[in-house]
């Protein structure tokens, strides 16, 4: 019995030791692609807002780095909350969204910070699922009339963009505080 204690041991703690040092590869499959890593803040109870135009089957795996930011999603509008999204992720730690090949491009992507922190930082890492075929015939392809080639037109256009800039967070804020004074 004591033999084994020593091993046991080694054991565990090996156990222990990947679970505070896992890396990106434990969550990254090898047909997987990383397109962005994006990293901001936001604050209690605001959006930070982003646009997806890159086309296939995305993955979207945010951390928060301080506080608590949630992820929602919609192909609908380009600034999602908790009212209008169709894809959510709100736990308190690593948040994880895929957003299907049929999702109408650009996406909006709403960064919200829990009202618990007084800010919230998060790195989101985007993903690009090569597994996945493109359908030539998906709605997002079209044909050329002049040439009658029926080729798909590049639609990638790999951009990420951060919409709401600081100046509209404080106006919104001073605007809800003066509602709140006045009702």
């Not at 936001?42 to 997806?52: D, E, H, I, K, Q």
């Not at 730690?93 to 960064?111: L, M, Q």
Request: aromatic residues 12%; contains cysteine.
């Amino acid at each position: 019995m004591l033999c084994w204690t020593p091993w046991s041991l080694v054991l565990l703690m090996s156990q222990v030791w990947g679970l505070f040092h896992s890396s990106e590869h434990d969550i990254m499959p090898g047909d997987w692609v990383l397109l962005h890593v994006v990293q901001g803040h936001v604050g209690a109870g605001n959006y930070s807002y982003l646009r997806l135009n890159h086309d296939g089957r995305i993955i979207l795996y945010m951390q928060s780095l301080k506080g608590d930011a949630d992820i929602y999603v919609s192909d609908k509008t380009l600034r999602p909350n908790f009212d209008t999204y169709k894809l959510q992720s709100t736990t308190c730690g690593s948040d994880t969204v895929v957003v299907p090949v049929d999702f109408t491009r650009p996406v909006g992507i709403g960064i919200y910070g829990h009202p618990s922190y007084q800010e919230s930082e998060f790195e989101m890492k985007v993903f690009y699922d090569q597994s996945v075929p493109e359908d030539p015939f998906d709605r997002g392809s079209y044909f050329s009339e002049e040439t009658n080639k029926q080729e798909k037109q590049p639609q990638i256009t790999d951009e990420f963009h951060e919409d709401e800039s600081i100046l509209s967070t404080v106006l919104i804020g001073i605007l809800k505080i003066i509602l709140e004074i006045l009702f």
